[in-house]
Every structure is written in C-alpha cells, then in structure tokens.
C-alpha cells in the first residue's frame, strides 16, 4: 500500500513563503506524475502542481512564477515550495501521486495566509 506524508504546513504572513514535503512510502520514479492540490473551506479540491517522470512540470495560473514542485527520488519526497503567499492560497494542500491510473493521497497538512 503506497503511504503519503506531508508536512511543513502552518501559519506564515502575506508575502512570506513555506515549503511543504511529501515523504513517499516508494520511490517517486515509480510514479508516473506526482502533485500538490489543496481544498479550501467551501471549495473544491483543486490542482496546485504537477511533476511528470520526466521532470517536466505544470502549474495552475493562480500559482505560476510563486509555486516550484520539485522532486528527491533519493529521498522519495516531493516538495512544494511557495513564495509570495497570499490570503487565497489558504487551504489544506494534500500530496497526490498516480501509478498504473490509481491515484494515492496523503492526508493534507494545514497552510494559513494571514493578511
């Protein structure tokens, strides 16, 4: 069973920046993509960031020139790391990686935006 951890979330000010981790139970090359989403209150839970096998990359428009998605398969962890933080990216922001269509989440970890 493919187990997901993130962490590294918490409360930091408008314009400050947090980086999130995801420890993987696998190597990340075992994956064919690996993401970040997050869900705020209300909201549906929406695509951050994506990482391919290749490395290549893609972001949603809100997080574009702020947001880097990186990968460690020496350390089976992906990162998210976030600069320029606003009030609107407040949201549990969960680790997500797929294998053969299977989609595994982590658990979420909290990220707070205070104006």
């Known amino acids: 069973q493919v187990q997901l951890v993130e962490s590294g979330g918490g409360l930091v000010q408008a314009g400050g920046s947090l980086r999130l981790s995801c420890t993987v139970s696998?190597?990340?090359?075992?994956?064919?993509?690996m993401g970040w989403y997050r869900q705020a209150p209300g909201n549906q839970r929406e695509l951050v960031a994506l990482?391919?096998?290749?490395?290549?990359?893609n972001y949603a428009d809100s997080v574009k020139g702020r947001f880097t998605i990186s990968r460690d398969s020496s350390k089976n962890a992906v990162y998210l790391q976030m600069n320029s933080l606003k009030p609107e990216d407040t949201a549990v922001y969960y680790c997500?990686?797929?294998?053969?269509?299977?989609?595994?989440w982590g658990q979420g970890t909290q990220v707070t935006v205070s104006s």
């Open positions: 997500n990686a797929v294998l053969w269509g299977l989609h595994y």
């Open positions: 990482i391919y096998l290749a490395d290549s990359t």
């Open positions: 696998e190597s990340t090359s075992r994956f064919n993509v």
